[in-house]
């Protein structure tokens, strides 16, 4: 690490920079404050890990607009993106990419959530979000929604 002047501190630079994703995802909120989670299904990337709801942000698509398909399309879901309040983020490097992912807190939904694409469904208060093990992007959201909710 390096001062750059500033104040601020710079990491050296490693390769040439990742092609950044961006997906965005929602923690949605039942009347008894718990978060739904989703577990990946065998056969994808961190199969067996929990996240929250969501998917990539299409080249035609805001993150809110992502979200409304994707809700629709992984659990049967109906939202509008007045639902959807902007909470946090998270921004993480992996491997071949760095992820950036807006996450979205919702409370209004049509329709009961059930799994669409092979996933597990489990709905968790948040003082139980740390007992389920997320890829590494988003577990820094765990503490974020726990002190909030």
Known sequence: ???????????????????????????MVDPDGRVLIA???????????????????????TPEMALVRELAEEIGIDTKTSCLAPFTFASHVYEDFHLLMPLYL???????????EGQTLKWVYPN????FPMPPADEPLIAMLRDFL
């Open 39 to 61: 577990k990946r299904p065998e056969g994808k990337a961190m199969a067996g890990l929990w996240e929250f709801p969501g998917g990539k942000v299409k080249e035609d698509e």
């Open 106 to 116: 919702c409370r209004i939904w049509q329709g009961i959530p059930q799994a669409q």
């Open 1 to 27: 690490m390096s001062d750059t002047g500033d104040g601020c501190w710079q990491l050296p630079r490693q390769g040439a920079p990742k092609p950044i994703l961006l997906v965005a995802a929602v923690a």
């Open 128 to 131: 139980r979000l740390g007992d």
